[in-house]
């Protein structure tokens, strides 16, 4: 079946917005199965640039239906901006339909992760503090009111008081005013009367649409090494943004998914805190790439750790995603830069070389061990529109990185804008 998963190959921020962007014209349905709005997928097109926190990034073509899955967490408000932005732009935003089963994410939640964060002090993990943690540990707790509560008025009304009763004990053991129930119920009502005829049982038409062979297209957030159960516990998001949970997420049974296709930003970034073992600091490379590559938060606006690529995180990645094609990002940022690193193995500091991911406390005193490969500071790859018209170092470094991961590239991107990515 026509199923495939686009995810993260690496810290999250790889690129998965434009690559979603430029794939999307073909399929029937594009959800985004995971995450909240922490997050943001950047895409440019001839409506302009947009930072997509919520909604799927296949909004921009009117034939494609696009669903907010399941295994999301949903702060109306932001959805409510996103759609005001985008419908401001010219942009038609009638397929766009969310799951009644989504989380709702409260105002609670973002006070309670921003309290819960400056509390943690040097133990911070570098959250955006838009309340996806909290949202997600109502969730499992049994506690959380989700998007379809909005259309069962009695019962949103008394979900929502036992979960206030919960999130203001929080709120007072950080010296905090406890919020009126009243006020929250109010603006649910507003809510419901701007997104309450999105809300759907995705279920039906979403198994119809893989019944009738149709393209689904499903969008992950961030990346494995940020994974709740598989990334750098406890510097980790609070869901599964692996291909595996896609299917959870959006509604189709596990066999439904017969391509992965990893997005890989052809060197490292990072935000929040944890194990990074390329990161560079703030030396000359980094800030090449960080100012060259645009590298600041779509979301929070902070500068991205960045450095050079790291094919063992990427292995890592591959494996736990089933990887059956790569997507490359930001080549053109490499452009100038008369060497290039990629870190092949880790040294454990009694001397001991490993090639895999160990667990967080082994994996914070790794040092990263680099093969070097010439630049290409002569040539510009922005101008490529084909394989053959890269240059030749640039070939040959990709030709590295499809070796040391073992998964062919089927695209390369030069650039944010739709046709400065081209198909293998």
């Not at 990072?270 to 980094?286: L, S, Y």
Request: aromatic share 8%; glycine share 10%; charged share 20%.
């Amino acid at each position: 079946m026509p199923v495939t998963a686009i995810v993260g190959a690496q810290w999250g921020d790889e690129g998965k917005g434009r690559v979603v962007d430029a794939l999307a014209q073909n399929m029937a349905w594009v959800i985004r199965f995971q995450g909240g709005d922490n997050a943001g997928h950047t895409v440019v097109n001839e409506y302009g640039e947009f930072k997509l926190h919520l909604i799927p990034s296949g909004i921009f073509y009117p034939q494609t239906k696009c669903l907010v899955g399941t295994g999301c967490v949903v702060n109306p408000a932001t959805l409510i901006q996103e759609l005001e932005a985008l419908e401001a732009a010219g942009v038609d935003t009638r397929n766009l339909f969310l799951s009644e089963r989504a989380q709702m994410l409260m105002p609670y939640h973002r006070l309670l992760d921003g309290l819960q964060e400056s509390a943690s002090g040097s133990g911070a993990i570098g959250t955006t503090k838009r309340g996806i943690g909290p949202a997600y540990s109502d969730k499992s707790a049994r506690r959380g009111l989700r998007l379809g509560d909005l259309l069962h008025l009695e019962w949103l009304e008394t979900r929502l008081e036992q979960a206030l009763a919960f999130a203001n004990r929080e709120l007072v053991h950080f010296g905090q005013d406890p919020l009126e129930a009243g006020e929250l119920f109010e603006q649910c009502l507003a809510w419901r009367d701007k997104i309450g005829h999105r809300l759907i049982d995705p279920l039906p038409p979403i198994r119809q649409a893989y019944q009738d062979n149709s393209n689904i297209l499903l969008e992950g957030q961030l990346a494995a090494m940020r994974d709740l159960d598989w990334g750098s516990y406890p510097y980790v998001t609070s869901s599964n943004p692996t291909a595996t949970f896609a299917p959870v997420g959006a509604g189709l049974p596990p066999q439904a998914v017969d391509a992965v296709m990893g997005v890989v930003k052809v060197y490292t970034t990072a935000v929040g805190a944890g194990p990074v073992p390329t990161d560079q600091g703030d030396n000359e490379i980094a800030q090449w790439l960080r100012e060259k590559g645009k590298e600041y938060g779509a979301t929070t606006g902070r500068p991205r750790r960045c450095g050079w690529l790291d094919a063992v995180a990427l292995r890592y990645v591959s494996y736990l995603n089933g990887f059956t094609t790569m997507a490359i990002t930001k080549l053109d940022v490499l452009d100038g830069l008369p060497e290039l690193k990629i870190c092949t193995a880790y040294r454990l500091p009694a001397g001991q070389v490993i090639e895999y991911v160990p667990d967080t406390p082994i994996y914070e005193t790794v040092e990263p061990i680099y093969e070097s490969w010439p630049g290409w500071p002569e040539n510009s790859t922005n101008s490529a529109r084909s394989w053959t018209e890269l240059p030749q170092a640039a070939r040959r470094y990709l030709e590295r990185l499809e070796a040391l991961v073992g998964v062919p590239i089927k695209y390369v991107s030069v650039g944010p804008k739709r046709e400065e990515m081209f198909a293998l």
